[in-house]
């Protein structure tokens, strides 16, 4: 079955920069794009982007632009989202997520806390 | 940007009614992509319908979804007690760039 397992919470201090990883088994981890959406608390659902593991292709969600990084490592199966400067807005849980082919995100990790505080 | 709005933002219901939710779009969107989760606190969000109205595997008949163009509805039949939650609609343009709508609380009355 598809498994996505992320890495666990994170506490950051503010400018500083988290690296949150996605390790994904059960299904062929190159043949599904992996976005990633976050939920700060409080809030809705928000999508960052996402990252096409088959040649790494990227598209990130405006808002993140220049701060936002997606990349993976095919011979271990895991993606990584790394986000730069952050500040007490980007206190979250982020989360991984495939894509089905009708743009479905049909399978989750379990998110991951990031606490940004001074 | 296409911009997804939802309402209500709340409905109390007791179990055993039924659930309309809407999204509607800020321009027309591609169905094919139109997409409904359920989430819960502390989870993971559920997928629970695609493609406007194909259920997602494992999801019960009571969940359906319709719509095309700018809008789009959930409907949920005869509430069950762990059917209450946050529920979002979300779509993709074709750049696979996605937004998701602000979400409709079902709550227990």
């Known amino acids: 079955q598809v498994q996505l397992v992320q890495s666990g919470a994170e506490v950051k201090k503010p400018g500083a920069s988290v690296k949150v990883s996605c390790k994904a088994s059960g299904y062929t981890f190159t043949g599904y794009y992996l976005h990633w959406v976050r939920q700060a608390p409080g809030q809705g659902l928000e999508w960052m982007g996402w990252?096409?593991?088959?040649?790494?292709?990227?598209n990130y969600a405006q808002k993140f632009q220049g701060r936002v990084a997606m990349t993976r490592d095919t011979s271990i199966s895991t993606a990584y989202m790394e986000l730069s400067r952050l500040t007490s807005d980007d206190t979250a849980v982020y989360f991984c997520a495939t894509a089905g082919p009708s743009i479905e995100l049909d399978h989750w990790g379990q998110g991951t806390l990031v606490t940004v505080s001074s | 940007e296409i911009e997804l709005t939802q309402s209500p933002g709340s409905l109390s219901l007791s179990p055993g009614e039924g659930a309309t939710l809407s999204c509607r779009a800020s321009q027309s969107i591609i169905s094919s992509y139109l997409t409904w989760y359920q989430h819960k606190p502390g989870q993971a969000p559920r997928l629970l319908i695609y493609s406007a109205s194909v259920r997602a595997p494992g999801i019960p008949d009571r969940f359906s979804g319709s719509g095309s163009g700018t809008d789009f509805i959930l409907t949920i039949d005869r509430l069950e007690p762990e059917d209450f939650g946050v529920y979002y609609c979300q779509q993709s343009d074709y750049s696979l760039s996605l937004t998701f709508g602000g979400g409709t609380t079902v709550e227990l009355k």
């Open positions: 990252i096409n593991p088959n040649g790494g292709a990227t």
